[in-house]
């Protein structure tokens, strides 16, 4: 554990490497409070992927240090080729990606060639190649509603509790690969409905990566930025959050009248695999920014995607952001 003094000579360093090599910092809202602080404070961003990405794109710095994960540093790298692209640890990865393996996704796709494909942005470049579609939970309803009506059927992947329920909003046929989110599969409907009880004024503000059970007794479902808007706008005192508790920072930043409860999840204390958090958004720290930073080639923690693979992966992602427009 880092002092308070430690902790301010972190920040202080990283905000003047960041000037001083052209840099600026994407953060995700479910990495630590004090990452999405730094961001902030050092004129980036923090946002949901959908919204990394394009204000990765956009802006004139020359390079980007993207505090998430994995795909979301290999998503700005295809979308901005020419800026170099940093994150704090490349080992930080997430379930959906590693349950969605290239092969195994090819085989499946394979097997059903009248389908139209559409993979979530939490997967590999690779896996996005392959797709014809990508898509973040922010619209993945609006686009399946589109692709039904123009009479397509949809092969799905990776997360199958986001696939049942835009599959249960738009009667679509969506044919599911059974990836899962490790945060938000351990969500459980009964221990929420107690906390409901108990705070009988609270708002449940649910993310669709969370088992049917959870959706189903939500009063709003949505992505980050969706629920992040419901906490704000909403006229409730409390809201009992399903989804990971970076998102507090946010809520409470945009809403800091309002009482924010994490929705309880399936074990607690040693037996709980992720409580609420994900281990690799939390791998983003102020040591290890810094180290990046301080290095020329970033102590090897730089995003290169195969430009081949970039520019085959580019069609979907574009499709997506011209759709999200
Ligand atoms: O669960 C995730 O990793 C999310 C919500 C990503 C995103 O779309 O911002
Ligand atoms: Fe992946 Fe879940 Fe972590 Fe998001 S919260 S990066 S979906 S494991």
Redesign the pocket.
Known sequence: EMTREQREFYRERIKEKLQARDAVMVA?Y?TDPEIQALAEESGGCVADSLEMARFGKEHPASTLIVA??R?MGETAKILSPEKRVFMPTLEA?????IGCPEDEFAAFREQHPDRTVVVYA?TSAAVKARADWVVTSSIAVELIEYLDQRGEKILWAP?QHLGAYVRDKTGADVLCWDGA????EEFKARGVEDLKAAHPGAAVLVHP?SPASVVAIADVVGSTSQLIKAATEMPNDTFIVAT?KGIFYKMQQLAPEKTFIEAPTAGSGATCR?CAH????AMNGLENTLAVLQDENGCGQEIFVDPDLARRAMVPLDRMLDFGK
Do not use: A, K, Q, R
Not at 181 to 184: A, E
Not at 278 to 281: A, H, I, L, S, T
């Open positions: 995700h479910y998430g994960v795909f990865t997430c379930s959906l990606d939490n997360d989110c490790i945060v938000h990566e990971d992720s994900c281990p690799w958004m």
